[in-house]
């Protein structure tokens, strides 16, 4: 993904998201520049189809939905996959299986032993058929995830699956 790549995110952002708020382009910019080489594009016929964010992050504090500016923790312990977004036009093509396997293909050669998102809009199934695994919450970690709405769920994926 290049910034040049925003407007088109910006736009499959906005048909997926029906249930949350879509994050502005200067967040999802902020998570671009942040970490360049987690972030990647599925295309079809010289058109986006999809995109997918994620970044190294601390597994105890997932980033806060649609936060202005993206500070890459110290140290972090695991690749956390913010967004997952497939056109309408485009589900069921394999796009998003690209999209995950190029993930974990990074997540292998960050040599990170898990990762980590949030399932928002209902997606828990679609995660746990990717080997994620709901994770217990603490009142801390629910605070946290708060900003990504009602009814999510914090997923984790052991390295050891790849």
Known sequence: MTEKDLSAVLYIQGECYTEIE????????????????????????????????SLPWIFTAPPILNAPVCEMPAIPD?????????????????????????????????????????????????WRRRGFHSVNTTDSLREKLSSYGEGVDYMEYLAENV
């Open 22 to 53: 879509p994050e502005s382009k200067g967040s999802l910019n902020s998570k671009l520049l942040a970490s360049p080489s987690t972030c990647f594009v599925a295309c079809a016929g010289g058109d986006m189809i999809g995109y997918l964010i």
């Open 78 to 126: 695991c690749l956390y996959l913010h967004d997952l977004a497939i056109a309408p036009t485009a589900r069921k093509t394999g796009a998003g299986q690209a999209l995950v396997n190029t993930f974990l293909s990074r997540l292998q050669e960050l040599n990170f032993d898990r990762a980590a998102l949030v399932a928002v809009q209902a997606s828990a199934n679609y």
